[in-house]
């Protein structure tokens, strides 16, 4: 949820913030959601301005979260690879090494239709 509040207040066309699950935070940080949207608001100024490399992060923090990018929130996580967008290469439980999930593309969702 907090990804959610931040990307949203960066640009808030390509990431909306669901108004509900701010009811599912704690009251510290759904007091720091309100901070940021405040801030936003008050300030006028972009939170990526408001921090030392703040293009970066937050650039960093939408790769990281561009499963909540509004083209993909009503897409369904891929059954093949749980959501991770990546399968393991082997059976082997010693074997960490992964590939992308070829029915995701490494996006860990899908649209849900029999084509996917």
């Not at 608001?41 to 939408?62: A, N, R």
């Amino acid at each position: 949820m907090a990804a959610q509040v931040l990307l949203s207040a960066y640009n808030g066309e390509a990431f909306q913030l669901d108004v509900a699950g701010l009811g599912n935070m704690d009251r510290n940080n759904y007091e720091l959601a309100m901070t940021v949207i405040r801030g936003r608001y008050d300030t006028g100024y972009e939170p990526h301005d408001m921090v030392k490399d703040g293009s970066k992060i937050f650039g960093d923090l939408w790769d990281i979260w561009k499963r909540l990018h509004v083209e993909e929130r009503g897409k369904h996580l891929c059954p093949d690879c749980n959501g991770r967008g990546t399968l393991y290469l082997s059976q082997d439980d010693d074997d960490m090494r992964t590939k992308p999930c070829p029915r995701c593309s490494g996006k860990g969702r899908v649209c849900g239709c029999t084509l996917c």
